[in-house]
């Protein structure tokens, strides 16, 4: 399988997973187009789907690194001890501890900023369905 395809299916599955699946309430029940997702909020502010099986947020990966204040946007399972991940969007380019940021476009788009508000990773598909 090829960079390209697996990186384009692997934005495909956080798509799917920000726009379609049912989200649990004792987390956070959705993330409404034109919202945001804030690092400064990563351990209340999680995305989970209904069966409880994964997670979706700002993931420290501080301890992991030995770094200060590093984020990765990333999907988990939920239930694993140690939050076992299974797809993170900037994996090469954590972001820091504060006014970062994943944001629902209007336009069904899901883009991560980091603190100064550059762009660290984006999706760039068409979804026709998407209501504002």
């Avoid at 301890?63 to 001890?81: D, E, V």
């Avoid at 994996?91 to 762009?119: A, C, Q, W």
Wanted: glycine share 4%.
């Amino acid at each position: 399988m090829d960079a390209p395809f697996l990186t384009t299916s692997l934005a495909v599955l956080a798509i799917l997973f920000l726009l379609a699946l049912p989200w649990s309430a004792a987390t956070h029940d959705i993330l409404p187009l034109k919202s945001s997702l804030f690092v400064e909020e990563y351990e209340t502010n999680i995305l989970q789907s209904s069966d409880g099986t994964f997670s979706c947020g700002f993931y420290n990966i501080t301890k992991a690194y030995n770094i200060t204040s590093a984020f990765t946007f990333s999907i988990w399972y939920s239930n694993s001890a140690d939050k076992a991940i299974v797809w993170s969007a900037n994996r090469g380019r954590p972001v820091h501890s504060r006014r970062s940021e994943i944001t629902l476009r209007k336009d069904g788009n899901i883009v991560l900023t980091d603190y100064d508000g550059t762009v660290v990773w984006q999706t760039d598909g068409k979804f026709p369905n998407v209501r504002s």
